[in-house]
Nanobody, 119 residues
Framework: QVQLVESGGGLVQPGGSLRLSCAAS????????MGWYRQAPGQQRELVAT???????NYADSVKGRFTISRDSAKNTVYLQMNSLKPEDTAVYYC?????????????WGQGTQVTVSS
């Protein structure tokens, strides 16, 4: 079982920045991949960015060049630095963790944190 606790959401003006944090209850090197997803009202949840245990990153086209996913293994924490925010980035942002244990795959989710981009 992996617990994920997100923080860092809030209200920001267009063009501003926010940094989201996701603290995991186990070593992030025991987690095959971690990521951030978001869900806007009336929309499906979509991938924002992922990072593997080997450090490989992947981004949605809509956030490339503006968002950066990173990790601090000493704190078992993954971050999402969001710059040049746009109103369309408004959503609830969820941290996720994917763990493969033998033949079993497990997905874990945080509770979500609201990001609102508005003037």
């Amino acid at each position: 079982q992996v617990q994920l606790v997100e923080s860092g959401g809030g209200l920001v003006q267009p063009g501003g920045s926010l940094r989201l944090s996701c603290a995991a209850s186990i070593s992030i090197f025991s987690i095959n991949a971690m990521g951030w997803y978001r869900q806007a009202p009336g929309q499906q949840r979509e991938l924002v960015a992922t990072i593997t245990s080997g450090g490989r990153t992947n981004y949605a086209d809509s956030v490339k060049g503006r968002f950066t996913i990173s990790r601090d293994s000493a704190k078992n924490t993954v971050y999402l630095q969001m710059n040049s925010l746009k109103p369309e980035d408004t959503a609830v942002y969820y941290c996720s963790a994917f763990v493969r244990a033998g033949i079993h795959d497990y997905d874990y989710w945080g509770q979500g944190t609201q990001v609102t981009v508005s003037s």
